[in-house]
């Protein structure tokens, strides 16, 4: 058997900052669907113009999909807050992201002339592009990688 | 478990009122007619138009150069005794005396060069000493010698200028795309304060809001009248709304709409049955280019509104000759831009007693 290199203490200190780290992606997620729902809310039109050009529909059904994710990021939200020791909310969290990264890729491909909405009037509009899918695709990891950190 | 899947609950529910009142509560609601809503302070709508059948005369003929230097003529004022003509054609700002005869131009051409325009929404002229353009394409006010019409300076804004005019001794300029809609700047074009409160989170409908501004007093004071709603705003250089004056269409803000062409959404100015095309100030009264847009409208395709300078009251009507954008009016004389041809025309103007 291999010899271990560390000592108890140090095993606990390890474990300790991974938890920390788990918690802090946790809140880094919070705030983010934070920021999303209540951007939103403020300012849906940036929201309603981009779900429109992705959809291709009309200004009602794009009013109903943003309600409908407005609903599901604040769902996200609520669970991240109250159930965060559960694997669950962060799995759905990663799984939302990652539509949304997808929404963005195929708003890159096809040359989307729209802001993302993602954050309303919150935080300044961004583009369609690489940043924005950058940014969820790290809003992905981490949701996907908290629930381990937090063991 | 259960106290957390109260409060959970309890905040999806707040979060699902909140998203479906910003969603939808909207949609029908201009902030600005919100804002308005009774603060009027004279409504001349649903006032009977005035109509003056003998008003406008005879065309007077101009001297041939007016006609000729000027390729495409899209803005039009007066200042002194000279007329000012905005030429698209060579891009330039071409001075000639109310006879018609060309005195001198002010820009050097097509272009982006100290001196050169590439898009010349508006211009003024400041105590007769400068003439200052703004160029919407470079962002910039550039400042002219008014005497000898000598180029001198540029000054680069960070915002979209629309309109300016010279009021007192600050430059107003009006700007769609900011949260403020005016700016006053002092001579050297620099911004001394901002206001325009009544339009605030209006950015999505920006064009709704695009009209003319002109300086009614030597204090400062202006008029701003949207293209496509039927008001005169009366404002201080100071950002207080002196006076509210509906006119007589009574065509409130609309919003502005959106359609897709080619995967780009655009966003185009409301339809207004009746478009406010120019406004000029001669003596104490005010003059409204109005464009009737509707083919099966009563009205004449343009014609003139006039209201009391002072009070805002309604005065009177007159059908223009000729479908008109810009106008000028003096003692004896109005100048039309036509809209057709994009050249001047002079009539004789009836002053009624």
């Known amino acids: 058997m291999p010899m271990s290199t560390t000592t108890p203490g140090e095993n606990k200190a390890s474990l300790n900052v991974q938890y920390a780290i788990g918690v802090i992606c946790q809140y880094v997620l919070i705030a983010v669907l934070g920021l999303a729902v209540v951007g939103k809310i403020m300012e849906p039109q940036t929201s309603i113009d981009f779900i429109a050009a992705v959809l291709d529909s009309g200004a009602a059904l794009s009013k109903v999909v943003l309600l409908l994710t407005i609903i599901g990021e604040g769902f996200l939200l609520v669970s991240l807050l109250f159930f965060g020791k559960q694997k669950w909310p962060f799995y759905a969290t990663a799984g939302v992201m990652g539509i949304f990264s997808l929404l963005i890729l195929y708003g890159i491909i096809i040359d989307l002339p729209a802001l993302c909405g993602c954050f309303g009037s919150v935080v300044e509009e961004t583009a369609v592009n690489q940043s924005a899918l950058i940014r969820n695709i790290f809003l992905v990891v981490i949701a996907a990688l908290a629930p381990g950190l937090k063991k | ?353």
Do not use: C
């Open chain 2, 1 to 353: 478990m259960n106290k957390r899947l109260i409060i959970g609950s309890g905040l999806l529910i707040i979060i699902l009122i909140a998203a479906a009142i910003s969603i939808y509560y909207e949609e029908d609601n201009l902030k600005i007619e919100e804002a308005l809503h009774g603060s009027v302070d004279v409504d001349n709508a649903n006032t009977e138009r005035k109509w003056l059948k003998k008003a406008i005369g005879n065309e007077n003929q101009l001297n041939s150069v007016l006609r000729d230097s000027i390729y495409r003529g899209v803005g039009m004022k007066r200042f002194g005794d000279s007329l000012y003509v905005v030429d698209f054609g060579d891009m330039a700002i071409k001075r000639f005396t109310l006879d018609g005869e060309y005195v001198d131009r002010f820009g050097r051409g097509k272009g982006r060069g100290p001196g050169e325009f590439m898009l010349i929404p508006d211009f003024t002229v400041f105590k007769n000493q400068f003439l200052f353009a703004l160029d919407a394409r470079k962002r910039v006010i550039m400042k002219f010698d008014n005497q000898s019409s000598k180029y001198l300076s540029a000054e680069l804004i960070e915002y979209d200028g629309t309109r300016i005019t010279a009021s007192g001794n600050e430059l107003v300029l009006q700007s769609l795309m900011q949260q403020d809609m005016f700016k006053i700047l002092n001579a050297d074009a620099d911004s001394l304060h901002e206001f325009g409160t009544i339009i605030e989170n209006q950015l999505q409908n920006a064009l709704s809001l695009a009209g003319n501004i002109r300086a009614i007093s030597e204090a400062g004071d202006f008029i701003y009248v949207p293209r496509k709603a039927s008001y005169i705003f009366y404002f201080s250089n100071e950002g207080d709304t002196e006076k509210v004056v509906r006119t007589v269409d009574g065509i409130p803000f609309q919003k502005s709409t959106r359609s897709n062409a080619n995967d780009t959404r655009l966003l185009h100015p409301p339809q207004s049955a009746i478009q406010t095309e120019d406004i000029d100030i001669h003596e104490d009264k005010i003059y409204l280019s109005q464009l009737s847009t509707q083919e099966d409208s009563p009205l004449p395709e343009s014609f003139l509104d006039v209201y009391d300078l002072e009070t805002g009251n309604y005065l009177h009507s007159a059908e223009l000759p000729v479908m008109t954008n810009d106008i000028v009016v003096t003692n004896s004389r109005i100048y039309l831009l036509t809209r057709d041809t994009e050249r001047v025309h002079a009539y004789v103007y009836n002053h009624p007693r």
